[in-house]
């Protein structure tokens, strides 16, 4: 078996992603406006994000490195610049491509299978980590106000944002839901472009108890939200790697 650690670059390379995709979240929900005019906030606003997303973005990673070795493959973090830029740049118009990095895999004896069940133990992860999240939640919840979020009303309270307060538990819960379900958007280079490629019904019988899951704890327009990410971001994979994505999962 190959390394069995995360060597220094790796641990670099995932705090620099882990600090853009929180930043990029909270510049989200946030807006650029509230990061302006409310610059100590928004920094606080920042650290519940670390922990319930960070943790969600590490342990997704870190599940696809463990089965990858597991299978006798070789597994690193690698930071992807392009996808660090799509990101933060989207962030500023509201919208959030959250692909800052991945375990890449070397191998030549992974099959379809291994491949597919690899990908899917992220997803899996963050639905474990979810679950955590929310029985948090009722043990010992957790309210944060912010007066750049008070103007949402109602809009964000599948995320665990009202009124302006945060409900940080069932935040992490949600956007851990939302990690699994972007992850599994059939769209190269995405977890669900690789279980797709191995099991359709299995692909469509995961996703579609995400859906399920997303939809008690978040809210029944999820479904819709994804249908939009899924043409979305297939047409921007299309756009990046035309029909690479299409070869190197086949």
Same mark, same amino acid.
């Given at each position: 078996?190959?390394?069995?650690?995360?060597?220094?670059?790796?641990?670099?390379?995932?705090?620099?992603?882990?600090? /853009?995709? /929180?930043?990029?979240?909270?510049?989200?929900?946030?807006? *650029?406006?509230? #990061?302006?005019?409310?610059?100590?906030?928004?920094?606080?606003?920042?650290?519940?994000?670390?922990?319930?997303?960070?943790?969600?973005?590490?342990?997704?990673? @870190?599940?696809?490195? #463990?089965?990858?070795?597991?299978?006798? &493959?070789?597994?690193?973090? =690698?930071?992807?610049?392009?996808?660090?830029?799509?990101?933060?740049?989207?962030?500023?118009?509201?919208?959030?491509?959250?692909?800052?990095?991945?375990?890449?895999?070397?191998?030549? =004896?992974?099959? *379809?299978?291994?491949?597919?069940?690899?990908? @899917?133990?992220?997803?899996? @992860?963050?639905?474990?980590?979810?679950?955590?999240?929310?029985? #948090?939640?009722?043990?010992?919840?957790?309210?944060?106000?912010?007066?750049?979020? /008070?103007?949402?009303?109602?809009?964000?309270?599948?995320?665990?944002?009202?009124?302006?307060?945060?409900?940080?538990?069932?935040?992490?819960?949600?956007?851990?839901? @939302?990690?699994?379900?972007?992850?599994?958007?059939? &769209?190269?280079?995405?977890?669900? /472009?690789?279980?797709?490629?191995?099991?359709?019904?299995?692909?469509?019988?995961?996703?579609?108890?995400?859906?399920?899951?997303?939809? #008690?704890?978040?809210?029944?327009?999820?479904?819709?939200?994804?249908?939009?990410m899924l043409i979305f971001f297939g047409i921007l994979s299309l756009f990046l790697f035309g029909n690479m994505g299409q070869r190197l999962n086949k």
């Amino acid at each position: 078996m190959y390394g069995i650690y995360l060597e220094k670059d790796e641990i670099i390379q995932i705090i620099i992603c882990v600090i /853009s995709i /929180s930043f990029a979240l909270a510049l989200v929900f946030a807006s *650029p406006a509230g #990061l302006i005019h409310h610059p100590l906030e928004f920094a606080i606003f920042v650290t519940p994000l670390l922990v319930t997303v960070g943790s969600g973005f590490i342990l997704h990673e @870190m599940s696809h490195k #463990l089965v990858a070795m597991y299978y006798g &493959a070789e597994a690193k973090f =690698r930071m992807w610049i392009q996808g660090l830029v799509v990101m933060l740049l989207g962030s500023l118009i509201g919208v959030l491509f959250a692909a800052p990095g991945a375990v890449y895999i070397y191998s030549n =004896r992974i099959t *379809p299978r291994q491949n597919g069940i690899i990908s @899917m133990a992220g997803p899996m @992860m963050n639905v474990v980590i979810a679950a955590v999240f929310i029985a #948090l939640e009722f043990i010992a919840p957790i309210r944060q106000f912010y007066s750049f979020l /008070s103007g949402t009303g109602m809009d964000f309270a599948g995320y665990g944002i009202m009124g302006g307060v945060l409900h940080v538990w069932r935040f992490g819960a949600a956007m851990n839901i @939302m990690l699994a379900l972007f992850n599994m958007i059939p &769209a190269f280079p995405l977890d669900g /472009s690789k279980v797709f490629a191995w099991n359709k019904l299995i692909w469509i019988a995961f996703t579609l108890a995400l859906l399920y899951i997303g939809s #008690l704890v978040i809210s029944p327009g999820i479904v819709i939200g994804w249908g939009i990410m899924l043409i979305f971001f297939g047409i921007l994979s299309l756009f990046l790697f035309g029909n690479m994505g299409q070869r190197l999962n086949k």
